[in-house]
């Protein structure tokens, strides 16, 4: 079975630039959250999405934003990107919202802004 | 709000000995309590995982864990540190009232164990 399957796996952008990061989760899971994770703040929850609906969002400005697809693949974007924003950016999978539900992380995506 | 602290930085300890990894928690309600390990450049890898039940928890890799309600710690333990075991650890909890599938982690712990 094939694990939660994070592209890019590394990214530089330039300042003021977008970027698109894709999430495609373990088969049949259908909850999908986004972690950014840097040395000084640790891991922090970005947003969290089942059956295509963001369920939950974390404390990070409105140029943070993502998507569920009807196949459960998940997207998030930042806009106008600052040099803040270079960091891990981490994808788990679950089979459902439950709060006993293990979360499968993938690979992540190191993003640099430069 | 829910809230994890791992009160370490960096914990060393010599191949052959025990290990603790320490993690306290606070949540309205029961709470659900995980660790998770990341290696370098990797994702995190689940651990274990305790939701009710015996308070030891036994998960992958030898590693098993307490929970403690009365001193809400949910402390990480392994009977002898292996060298390969040296990675970043981190606890996390989910709240009964936190919505969804939210896990708040604490800051992480370094495991060095040295040959």
């Known amino acids: 079975k094939a694990g939660v399957t994070q592209t890019p796996r590394y990214l530089i952008k330039t300042r003021g630039q977008q970027v698109t990061l894709s999430c495609s989760p373990i088969?049949?899971?259908?909850?999908v959250s986004w972690y950014q994770q840097t040395p000084g703040q640790g891991l922090q929850f970005l947003f969290e999405?089942?059956?295509?609906?963001?369920?939950n969002k974390g404390n990070f400005p409105g140029r943070f934003s993502g998507r569920q697809f009807s196949n459960s693949r998940s997207e998030m974007n930042v806009s106008t990107l600052e040099l803040g924003d270079s960091a891990l950016y981490l994808c788990?999978?679950?089979?459902?919202?439950?709060?006993?539900?293990?979360?499968?992380f993938g690979q992540g995506t190191r993003l640099t802004v430069v | 709000a829910q809230s994890v602290a791992q009160p370490e930085d960096q914990v060393n300890v010599a191949e052959g000995n025990p290990l603790t990894v320490k993690c306290t928690y606070s949540v309205s309600g029961n709470p659900y309590l995980f660790w998770y390990v990341q290696y370098p450049n990797r994702g995190l890898q689940f651990l274990l995982k305790y939701i009710t039940g015996d308070n030891l928890v036994k998960g992958s890799y030898g590693f098993e864990a307490e929970f403690n309600k009365s001193q809400t710690s949910f402390h990480l333990k392994k009977p002898s540190a292996l060298v390969s075991d040296s990675a970043l650890y981190f606890c996390?909890?989910?709240?009964?009232?936190?919505?969804?599938?939210?896990?708040?982690f604490g800051k992480g712990t370094m495991l060095l164990v040295s040959p």
């Open positions: 788990a999978s679950s089979l459902g919202p439950g709060q006993g539900a293990k979360a499968f």
């Open positions: 996390a909890v989910r709240g009964v009232n936190s919505g969804y599938s939210t896990l708040t």
């Open positions: 999405y089942f059956s295509e609906t963001q369920r």
């Open positions: 088969s049949g899971h259908r909850s």
